[in-house]
């Protein structure tokens, strides 16, 4: 039997996360000032043109709200049920969850960030299953495939899998951009399940033990970083102990860039990463694995976007986590946006988990 989807997208979700804004909520006059670009489109063809051969009934929004993003992957055969008037906003996001519900749709899918899962949620609750295609600057709750390969699996067999209970998260961004994690559970939706495909939602971990890991990890990179090499220091609570080891003061939730021990950018965006590397082409990037989620990149650290990995080189990316954190964490992923560049970190990554401690780690590539 043929599905109805209803398939939306927020237009602005993701730009801030190559300029060096940890969201796009009210940031986006900003971001373009920084040059950002949209990246939301993009992404949801990814996913689409895996599907155009597909029986599906779309259902839709007019023009960058959906309709350009179907047409872009190929897909013709589409109904509009809603219209935006100029710029979109949260209120053109639940507008047109409550078209697709009156159309009876069998499926929400949106391609946004956890701002936009809140609000289909605050419209759709758990009448229809819900998916999402990660498009934003984070994404912590646990309605979206891991990449948009993963998306159309999971669309395409929407009605054939098992929905489970999945965490839409509130993430305060202005907490977010000064440096602070703030979420809470906003509720529950429903949403099709294949392991693997569905990502988790985000744990922290800070048992006393992954405290004393933290401080080996950082003791031990402190001990093997190379004079005159650029260090890109990605986001989060490990990543954090390498910089205070070193004297430093880190942006917890930002990128920051080490060199000669000394801090020369804090808080970078893509844009001064990629001329540092110009001007310092021996270089290293340490990241952190999202916790339960597992992913190294494409998740609140997008300005180690495909370019500064490619000039930086992939061989020189370094992956750090604490014993606990890769004890919950069975599988790595990366979602760079650059499909090709993801498949050429290869099935596993090495893990320092320790002092002169390293775990192989194996890394899923859902296509």
């Known amino acids: 039997m043929k599905k109805t989807v209803g398939f939306l997208i927020n237009p602005i979700a993701g730009m801030g996360g190559a300029v060096g804004l940890a969201g796009t909520d009210g940031q986006t006059e900003e971001a373009l000032r920084r040059g950002a670009v949209p990246r939301a489109r993009g992404r949801a063809v990814q996913a689409l043109s895996l599907l155009k051969k597909d029986d599906i009934a779309w259902c839709?929004?007019?023009?960058?709200?959906?309709?350009?993003?179907?047409?872009?992957?190929?897909?013709?055969?589409?109904?509009?049920?809603?219209?935006?008037?100029?710029?979109?906003?949260?209120?053109?996001?639940?507008?047109?969850?409550?078209?697709?519900?009156?159309?009876?749709?069998?499926?929400?899918?949106?391609?946004?960030?956890?701002?936009?899962?809140?609000?289909?949620?605050?419209?759709?609750?758990?009448?229809?299953?819900?998916?999402?295609?990660?498009?934003?600057?984070?994404?912590?709750?646990?309605v979206f495939a891991v990449n948009p390969a993963a998306a159309a699996d999971l669309i395409r067999q929407a009605g054939q899998v098992a929905c489970r209970d999945s965490e839409v998260m509130d993430v305060d961004e202005e907490a977010y951009r000064s440096g602070r994690l703030a979420a809470r559970l906003y509720g529950y939706a429903c949403a099709p399940y294949i392991r693997e495909r569905t990502q988790g939602g985000k744990q922290v971990f800070e048992q006393q033990d992954e405290e004393r890991a933290k401080d080996d990890i950082a003791a031990f990179m402190a001990e093997v970083m190379l004079p005159e090499t650029l260090y890109i220091v990605g986001a989060g609570s490990t990543t954090a102990r390498v910089m205070e080891r070193l004297g430093l003061a880190p942006t917890l939730l930002g990128v920051d860039v080490v060199r000669n021990g000394e801090v020369i950018a804090r808080d970078a965006d893509e844009r001064t990463l990629l001329a540092l590397l110009d001007r310092y082409p021996q270089a290293k990037i340490v990241v952190s694995p999202i916790g339960a989620q597992g992913f190294v990149l494409g998740r609140g650290n997008q300005q180690i976007s495909p370019g500064v990995l490619r000039k930086a080189g992939l061989r020189n990316l370094i992956v750090v986590a604490t014993p606990g954190k890769l004890a919950g964490t069975p599988l790595l992923y990366v979602d760079s946006g650059d499909p090709a560049l993801d498949r050429e970190v290869g099935d596993s990554l090495l893990v320092v988990s320790g002092y002169r401690v390293a775990q192989r780690k194996r890394v899923l590539h859902p296509e």
């Open 60 to 142: 839709t929004c007019a023009a960058p709200m959906g309709e350009d993003a179907l047409t872009g992957a190929g897909i013709d055969r589409y109904t509009i049920l809603y219209r935006p008037e100029g710029s979109t906003s949260a209120a053109d996001t639940k507008a047109a969850c409550r078209a697709f519900l009156d159309a009876g749709v069998d499926l929400v899918v949106f391609c946004g960030g956890d701002g936009t899962a809140r609000d289909v949620f605050d419209v759709v609750g758990r009448t229809v299953p819900v998916l999402g295609i990660p498009a934003g600057v984070k994404m912590y709750s646990a």
